[in-house]
Protein backbone atom coordinates (compact mmCIF):
# COMPACT_ATOMS: atom_id res chain seq x y z
CA UNK A 1 0.00 0.00 0.00
CA UNK A 2 1.32 3.52 -0.64
CA UNK A 3 0.95 6.01 2.48
CA UNK A 4 1.62 9.17 0.53
CA UNK A 5 -1.38 8.82 -1.20
CA UNK A 6 -3.45 8.04 0.95
CA UNK A 7 -2.48 10.37 3.58
CA UNK A 8 -2.91 13.00 0.54
CA UNK A 9 -6.81 11.39 0.48
CA UNK A 10 -7.13 12.02 3.61
CA UNK A 11 -6.22 15.24 3.82
CA UNK A 12 -8.80 16.03 1.19
CA UNK A 13 -11.74 14.51 2.40
CA UNK A 14 -11.11 16.92 5.39
CA UNK A 15 -10.01 14.49 7.97
CA UNK A 16 -6.78 16.09 10.09
CA UNK A 17 -7.26 14.49 13.19
CA UNK A 18 -7.63 11.31 11.87
CA UNK A 19 -4.51 11.94 9.65
CA UNK A 20 -2.62 13.34 12.78
CA UNK A 21 -3.49 10.43 14.79
CA UNK A 22 -2.08 7.72 12.14
CA UNK A 23 1.04 9.74 12.09
CA UNK A 24 1.23 9.14 15.80
CA UNK A 25 0.79 5.65 15.67
CA UNK A 26 2.99 5.19 12.73
CA UNK A 27 5.97 6.44 15.49
CA UNK A 28 4.83 3.85 18.39
CA UNK A 29 6.41 0.69 18.00
CA UNK A 30 3.79 -0.93 20.83
CA UNK A 31 0.64 0.16 18.25
CA UNK A 32 1.38 -2.66 16.41
CA UNK A 33 0.49 -5.06 18.70
CA UNK A 34 -3.43 -4.19 18.63
CA UNK A 35 -5.49 -5.28 15.67
CA UNK A 36 -6.62 -3.72 12.81
CA UNK A 37 -10.07 -2.85 14.13
CA UNK A 38 -8.58 -1.36 17.41
CA UNK A 39 -6.13 0.65 15.21
CA UNK A 40 -8.90 2.22 13.23
CA UNK A 41 -10.92 2.51 16.00
CA UNK A 42 -8.53 4.72 17.30
CA UNK A 43 -7.84 6.75 14.31
CA UNK A 44 -11.78 7.10 13.70
CA UNK A 45 -12.19 8.16 17.75
CA UNK A 46 -9.83 10.71 17.01
CA UNK A 47 -11.41 12.31 14.10
CA UNK A 48 -14.74 12.45 16.40
CA UNK A 49 -13.07 14.32 19.08
CA UNK A 50 -12.05 16.54 17.11
CA UNK A 51 -15.09 17.60 15.59
CA UNK A 52 -17.39 17.05 18.70
CA UNK A 53 -14.66 20.16 20.49
CA UNK A 54 -14.70 22.12 17.77
CA UNK A 55 -18.39 21.93 17.24
CA UNK A 56 -18.20 22.57 21.55
CA UNK A 57 -15.66 25.47 20.99
CA UNK A 58 -17.96 27.39 18.44
CA UNK A 59 -21.47 27.27 19.82
CA UNK A 60 -19.43 28.90 23.38
CA UNK A 61 -17.83 31.30 21.39
CA UNK A 62 -21.14 32.26 19.26
CA UNK A 63 -22.83 31.94 23.08
CA UNK A 64 -21.01 35.10 23.79
CA UNK A 65 -20.88 34.60 27.83
CA UNK A 66 -19.71 37.37 29.36
CA UNK A 67 -17.40 34.89 31.47
CA UNK A 68 -16.53 31.98 28.82
CA UNK A 69 -13.86 30.79 31.06
CA UNK A 70 -16.00 30.08 33.75
CA UNK A 71 -16.17 26.51 35.39
CA UNK A 72 -18.13 24.82 37.96
CA UNK A 73 -15.22 23.42 39.61
CA UNK A 74 -14.31 27.08 40.53
CA UNK A 75 -17.57 27.70 41.71
CA UNK A 76 -17.42 29.16 45.34
CA UNK A 77 -20.23 27.98 47.96
CA UNK A 78 -22.69 30.89 49.44
CA UNK A 79 -25.11 30.85 52.35
CA UNK A 80 -28.09 29.99 49.67
CA UNK A 81 -26.41 27.41 47.23
CA UNK A 82 -24.09 24.85 48.77
CA UNK A 83 -21.34 22.27 47.57
CA UNK A 84 -23.88 19.40 47.05
CA UNK A 85 -26.43 21.60 45.18
CA UNK A 86 -23.58 23.10 42.91
CA UNK A 87 -22.77 18.96 42.21
CA UNK A 88 -26.37 18.45 41.09
CA UNK A 89 -26.18 21.56 38.73
CA UNK A 90 -23.27 20.07 37.20
CA UNK A 91 -24.79 17.24 36.06
CA UNK A 92 -27.43 18.74 34.02
CA UNK A 93 -29.96 16.84 34.64
CA UNK A 94 -31.97 19.81 35.36
CA UNK A 95 -31.68 19.78 31.55
CA UNK A 96 -32.96 16.47 30.94
CA UNK A 97 -35.48 17.10 33.02
CA UNK A 98 -36.84 20.21 31.16
CA UNK A 99 -36.81 22.46 34.36
CA UNK A 100 -34.80 26.12 33.81
CA UNK A 101 -32.81 27.52 35.91
CA UNK A 102 -33.44 30.99 37.87
CA UNK A 103 -30.66 33.03 39.64
CA UNK A 104 -30.97 35.52 42.02
CA UNK A 105 -29.34 37.31 44.87
CA UNK A 106 -27.72 40.89 45.71
CA UNK A 107 -25.20 42.22 43.53
CA UNK A 108 -21.67 40.79 43.41
CA UNK A 109 -22.71 37.29 44.75
CA UNK A 110 -21.23 35.44 41.44
CA UNK A 111 -24.86 34.65 39.80
CA UNK A 112 -23.66 36.21 36.19
CA UNK A 113 -20.35 33.61 37.26
CA UNK A 114 -22.50 30.43 37.68
CA UNK A 115 -24.79 31.51 34.63
CA UNK A 116 -21.33 30.98 32.37
CA UNK A 117 -20.47 28.34 34.18
CA UNK A 118 -23.43 25.99 34.07
CA UNK A 119 -23.28 27.51 30.10
Known amino acids: MLI ?4 EKLGSLKLPAM ?3 WEA ?5 KIHELGFDERLGMLVDAEWIERQNKRLARALR ?3 LRIPNACMEDTEPRKALTRK ?4 LATCTWIDAHHNIAITGP ?3 GKTYVACALA
Not at 4 to 7: G, I, Q, R, V, Y
Open 62 to 64: EAK
Open 19 to 21: LRA
Open 85 to 88: QLRE
Open 25 to 29: QEQDA
Open 4 to 7: EPTK
Open 107 to 109: TGV
